[in-house]
T-cell receptor
Framework: GAGVSQSPSNKVTEKGKDVELRCDPI?????LYWYRQSLGQGLEFLIY????????KSGLPSDRFSAERTGGSVSTLTIQRTQQEDSAVYLC????????????FGPGTRLTVT | DQQVKQNSPSLSVQEGRISILNCDYT??????FLWYKKYPAEGPTFLIS?????DKNEDGRFTVFLNKSAKHLSLHIVPSQPGDSAVYFC???????????????FGKGTLLTVNP
């Protein structure tokens, strides 16, 4: 079956512009996660959605970052007024339910802020 | 403050030999551990996990060992194959401690190269 898909695969943007990153989770997965991997670093948790519950936004690094999940499926991560330190690979993952269990990752979006 | 540490950025082994990847953690609330494998331009894929009630979990060529007192886990790959060449991430969760038990805390990864 189809895995987690993300778009775009690469995004180059100028400092100060807004960007939207999209994630299509595996059908039927109720939990969706966003992570960020900066150069030479591990994956950093950003935000978690589980069903209709309020999302856990505790990992978002600043108020320039926001995310939505519409209809319990597709999610968009929005970064406003991008800064050079936002350059990273943004990874989305989904799982059947919330928990540390196997999370299925998408290929990521490489964001470069110039 | 890094709660999950993979102190070896890279490891090189010969095909057929054992690969041992190490991971240390500092948070005593962590009780569930996972290893992920990542190829370039792909997302990480789940490899194997272990709960803190065990000290060993085996799946084919992959075995994870957990030493709770030392807060240390290791992934053994035997025999190593060229296709195993990838970045391996160790991740940890406070699964039974309640709260945000879905959060995974990742190490920085170890690049494994298996030479033919």
């Amino acid at each position: 079956g189809a895995g987690v898909s993300q778009s775009p695969s690469n995004k180059v943007t100028e400092k100060g512009k807004d960007v939207e990153l999209r994630c299509d989770p595996i059908s039927g997965h109720t939990a969706l996660y966003w992570y960020r991997q900066s150069l030479g670093q591990g994956l950093e948790f950003l935000i978690y959605f589980q069903g209709n519950s309020a999302p856990d936004k505790s990992g978002l690094p600043s108020d320039r970052f926001s995310a939505e999940r519409t209809g319990g499926s597709v999610s968009t991560l929005t970064i406003q007024r991008t800064q050079q330190e936002d350059s990273a690979v943004y990874l989305c993952a989904s799982s059947l339910e919330g928990g540390p269990y196997e999370q299925y990752f998408g290929p990521g979006t490489r964001l470069t802020v110039t | 403050d890094q709660q999950v540490k993979q102190n070896s950025p890279s490891l090189s082994v010969q095909e057929g030999r054992i690969s041992i990847l190490n991971c240390d953690y500092t948070n005593s609330m962590f009780d569930y551990f996972l290893w992920y494998k990542k190829y370039p331009a792909e997302g990480p894929t789940f490899l194997i996990s272990i709960s803190s009630i065990k000290d060993k979990n085996e799946d084919g060529r992959f075995t994870v060992f957990l030493n709770k007192s030392a807060k240390h886990l290791s992934l053994h790959i035997v025999p190593s194959q060229p296709g195993d060449s990838a970045v391996y991430f160790c991740a940890a969760s406070a699964w039974n401690s309640g709260g945000s038990n879905y959060k995974l805390t990742f190490g920085k990864g170890t690049l494994l190269t298996v030479n033919p």
